[in-house]
């Protein structure tokens, strides 16, 4: 291990965060921080047609909702950038000419169609699909001519016939033989350079020490091992860890659900919760803890034991965990967060009086597994939005719930003037006077109170709403409960 290692997130603005790719970010980052190391963030922009500024905004506005920060790359500089590989073609250039001087790389010709249809005639010889070389010795007079019928070449690179082995931080020892790679293209026609030629320079340049990126990649690196060797360049070391997986053990994607990390801001998510569920999943340290704080996270952190293992992606755990964090955060700040989804909810946030509402979101958190949950709930708080939901009705139908009603209402009528500990009272009161208890004692009063059969607990309801709101909604829902099957 270097002193202080150097590792990078690299991801190509053409979409919004995947939240594999967000691991991916979050093992480098971890790595950095556990060693005092650095973490670079660059943007691999070089595919022009698929690129976007929108998506490398959304890119770095989610990674600083989830507090990875970088200490190298776009808003911040750093003594090796550019960190936008489109501001690098000048450098790319330099080593294509090196690799071309060096005859490791030659022109290919060949158009998309004539690529397309060896292709197509390896596929029906059930031969593996890869270049076959057919410009690799063209004579200096076949490329003058294609030259003059102003083809642009691409530029490829002379593979040869190897073995190529490294050793992989977290699974060992990897070799593979170059006969099933194929020349590759290393410098497109329009000059613009190939991920993995792109992503050699880079990584030398800015002398990353770990390159930490997700298993699909394990191929790649085959080809890079080539390229470092071609140029002469020490290569990192690397670690390719698994992905993510849906629940059927396929690559986690679009039919699964929700993929992106916006997605899960959206539907009301925590970073911190979030952030916890990433580093924890398919990884085994911390010693099997499921809530752990991120600087124990950090300090524990180790890559052997960060993604081995296919990592199933389940959204109710992350519920679940979410669920935790939202009842043990700052009330103040959880305020603050809900604050979009109120406003979501169709609530005027700033007239709201905040003690009052403090008192809402106190009560409402136990029942919250994401912050969009405020919108199921805080309805119940507000007299003008209150109703009787279709389970309500159907619960005040039931033997018996009527009788509680009533009763709830003369002692609320008789509680007037000291609503304190009123619902206490009113329980015991009814429990006295009728002989219920559990279910049929609570459940007539909550789905006539709030109109809801779940919700946060009936006392601090009580305390919230007060006399009048609950006694008004007690009449409303004696008035509108559905008759009793049978009368
Ligand atoms: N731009 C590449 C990607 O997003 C980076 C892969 C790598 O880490 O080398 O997949």
């Known amino acids: 291990?270097?002193?202080?290692?150097?590792?990078?997130?690299?991801?190509?603005?053409?979409?919004?965060?995947?939240?594999?790719?967000?691991?991916?970010?979050?093992?480098?980052?971890?790595?950095?921080?556990?060693?005092?190391?650095?973490?670079?963030?660059?943007?691999?922009?070089?595919?022009?047609?698929?690129?976007?500024?929108?998506?490398?905004?959304?890119?770095?506005?989610?990674?600083?909702?989830?507090?990875?920060?970088?200490?190298?790359?776009?808003?911040?500089?750093?003594?090796?950038?550019?960190?936008?590989?489109?501001?690098?073609?000048?450098?790319?250039?330099?080593?294509?000419?090196?690799?071309?001087?060096?005859?490791?790389?030659?022109?290919?010709?060949?158009?998309d169609e004539e690529l397309e249809e060896e292709r197509a005639n390896l596929i029906a010889m059930r031969r593996m699909p890869r270049y076959m070389g057919k410009c690799r010795n063209l004579s200096a007079i076949r490329r003058k001519e294609f030259e003059t019928k102003g083809r642009k070449p691409a530029y490829r690179f002379n593979v040869g016939k190897e073995i190529i082995e490294f050793k992989d931080l977290i699974r060992g020892n990897m070799s593979f033989d170059s006969e099933s790679i194929g020349d590759f293209i290393i410098v497109r026609s329009n000059g613009i350079p190939a991920y993995n030629f792109a992503v050699v320079i880079d990584d030398y340049l800015m002398k990353v020490s770990h390159v930490i990126r997700g298993e699909d990649h394990l191929s790649n690196t085959a080809l890079q091992m080539l390229l470092y060797q071609a140029l002469e360049f020490t290569p990192p070391l690397f670690a390719h860890h698994s992905l993510i997986l849906g629940k059927d053990r396929s690559k986690l994607s679009k039919r699964h659900g929700s993929v992106t990390?916006?997605?899960?801001?959206?539907?009301?998510?925590?970073?911190?919760?979030?952030?916890?569920?990433?580093?924890?999943?398919?990884?085994?340290?911390?010693?099997?803890?499921?809530?752990?704080?991120?600087?124990?996270?950090?300090?524990?952190?180790?890559?052997?034991?960060?993604?081995?293992?296919?990592?199933?992606?389940?959204?109710?755990?992350?519920?679940?965990?979410?669920?935790?964090y939202i009842r043990n955060y700052d009330p103040g700040k959880l305020m603050e967060?809900?604050?979009?989804?109120?406003?979501?909810?169709?609530?005027?946030?700033?007239?709201?009086?905040?003690?009052?509402?403090?008192?809402?979101?106190?009560?409402?958190?136990?029942?919250?597994?994401?912050?969009?949950?405020?919108?199921?709930?805080?309805?119940?708080?507000?007299?003008?939005?209150?109703?009787?939901?279709?389970?309500?009705?159907?619960?005040?139908?039931?033997?018996?719930?009527?009788?509680?009603?009533?009763?709830?209402?003369d002692i609320l009528e008789r509680s007037k003037g000291n609503f304190k500990d009123v619902y206490d009272g009113v329980i015991a009161a009814v429990r006295r006077e009728t002989g219920l208890k559990g279910r049929k004692l609570f459940m007539p009063i909550r789905a006539a109170v709030t109109g809801k059969l779940t919700g946060p607990e009936l006392d601090r309801i009580f305390a919230i709403l007060g006399r009048e709101s609950i006694l008004k909604r007690v009449d409303t829902a004696i008035q509108n409960a559905e008759p009793r099957s049978g009368t």
């Not at 190391?37 to 990674?63: Q, V, Y």
């Not at 911190?272 to 300090?299: D, H, R, T, W």
């Not at 989804?341 to 994401?370: C, P, Q």
């Not at 007299?383 to 018996?400: K, V």
């Open 261 to 324: 990390v916006r997605e899960f801001r959206e539907k009301g998510f925590l970073p911190e919760a979030f952030l916890n569920y990433m580093s924890l999943l398919g990884s085994s340290f911390s010693g099997g803890k499921e809530v752990c704080p991120m600087e124990e996270i950090m300090q524990d952190f180790t890559l052997e034991r960060a993604g081995k293992s296919g990592a199933i992606f389940d959204e109710h755990k992350l519920q679940w965990l979410n669920g935790i």
């Open 337 to 409: 967060l809900l604050k979009p989804f109120m406003i979501e909810a169709g609530y005027d946030y700033e007239s709201l009086d905040k003690t009052w509402l403090s008192h809402i979101v106190e009560a409402l958190r136990d029942n919250m597994t994401s912050l969009s949950d405020v919108g199921n709930y805080i309805d119940m708080f507000f007299d003008d939005r209150y109703e009787l939901s279709h389970d309500a009705r159907s619960l005040l139908a039931e033997d018996e719930a009527m009788e509680v009603l009533h009763l709830v209402r």
């Open 1 to 111: 291990m270097p002193e202080k290692p150097r590792v990078r997130f690299a991801p190509s603005p053409t979409g919004e965060l995947h939240v594999g790719n967000a691991r991916t970010a979050l093992f480098n980052w971890l790595f950095a921080r556990h060693y005092g190391g650095t973490f670079i963030l660059r943007i691999e922009d070089t595919d022009r047609e698929r690129t976007s500024k929108k998506f490398e905004d959304a890119i770095i506005d989610d990674l600083t909702w989830l507090s990875i920060d970088w200490d190298e790359g776009p808003e911040k500089d750093g003594a090796f950038g550019p960190y936008h590989q489109f501001e690098r073609l000048d450098i790319y250039r330099d080593y294509l000419h090196e690799l071309i001087a060096k005859e490791r790389v030659y022109p290919c010709y060949c158009t």
